[in-house]
């Protein structure tokens, strides 16, 4: 099966690595390898290399650059970039390309188990290893679903689907995405049934606890930074809040210089910046794009530049 993903704000993404013909890159999130693809496009004596943690992603940009001799496939999470370039010999690169969340393909093959529209067993894995989302929901505890819940999917009534999902698992295991739909919508007002599906804020919470997102997020922005040569870009882009505040505050701190008082007469500190902000305020996608593709509408691109 392809793995279609329409990739978004891909110029400008990839325009914010301001690519060299002859440089090393990496697309820390091939997906269907779009970015990829037009980061390949733009290198001569180059080299790119592709990583991803699902298997149906490396499968795909394994078929799709297989007669690219610039291109270098590489499976596991982003966040391990470092340990997977130096298994290749390489310690430093020219810039590095994030795009953070769950890909078209998984949102729509209904088998993976992110989607509240069509019945399938409980996942939500995107490396398809590891604990499941139903492992979660019918293991942790009240409190932890509840904050889970509020916290990763700012949902104001996650306490009640937290005590509705503890309530269902009692009689047997919440084992596929309607039944946990169900349950969510059986324990939201009435009102909130009519603004959208009410179960969207609690899937995209289990989802991003479960794959360990943030964390994950904290850990790459870390790894990408610490690989990037003096002039090298991070261009990432963000579809959730909670994740474009992380990168917000990783790129203000790289960017920060001086931290003394301001009533200090010298600097004793002794900081000074790591990084340049290259987009003062988040790039969006145009009018255009989500015409083409909905699914953008959140999404936040920022770029800096290691000094």
């Known amino acids: 099966m392809s793995f279609g993903h329409i990739p978004v704000m891909l110029y400008e993404a990839v325009d914010g690595l301001s690519v060299r013909p002859d440089g090393i890159y990496v697309d820390g999130t091939a997906g269907g390898g779009g970015h990829s693809a037009e980061i390949l496009s733009r290198l001569t004596t180059g080299t790119l290399y592709s990583i991803d943690q699902d298997p149906d992603a490396i499968a795909e940009v394994t078929r799709r650059f297989k007669d690219n001799d610039r291109s270098v496939i590489l499976q596991g999470n982003f966040s391990e970039m470092q340990a997977l370039l130096a298994e290749k010999g390489v310690f430093s690169v020219d810039g590095v ?31 398809q290893s590891g604990p499941t989302a139903a492992d979660f929901v019918n293991t942790a505890e009240l409190s932890e679903l509840s904050r889970v819940i509020s916290l990763y999917g700012e949902e104001k009534f996650a306490y009640s689907i937290a ?51 943030l964390e994950v997020l904290e850990k790459g922005l870390d790894a990408a930074f610490e690989l990037l040569s003096p002039g090298g870009r991070l261009s990432v882009i963000t579809f959730h809040s909670l994740e474009d505040r992380v990168v917000k505050q990783f790129m203000k701190d790289k960017a920060q210089g001086c931290t003394c008082p301001k009533d200090f007469p010298v600097c004793v500190c002794g900081n000074t910046p790591k990084g340049k902000i290259i987009t003062r305020k988040p790039i969006v996608p145009s009018e255009e794009e989500l015409e083409r593709n909905p699914r953008a509408r959140s999404a936040k691109l920022r770029v800096i530049e290691k000094l």
């Open 163 to 213: 005590k509705g999902i503890a309530r269902a698992r009692e009689d047997k295991p919440i084992e596929t995405t309607l039944e946990l739909a169900e349950i969510v919508k059986a324990n939201v007002p009435q009102k909130v049934r009519r603004d959208g599906h009410p179960a969207r804020k609690t899937f995209q919470a289990i989802r991003i606890a479960v794959n360990r997102e």
């Open 97 to 127: 390309l994030l795009d953070i969340g769950v890909s078209s393909h998984q949102l729509d093959e209904g088998a993976r188990g992110f989607s509240y529209h069509e019945d399938a067993p409980l996942d939500m894995r995107m490396s």
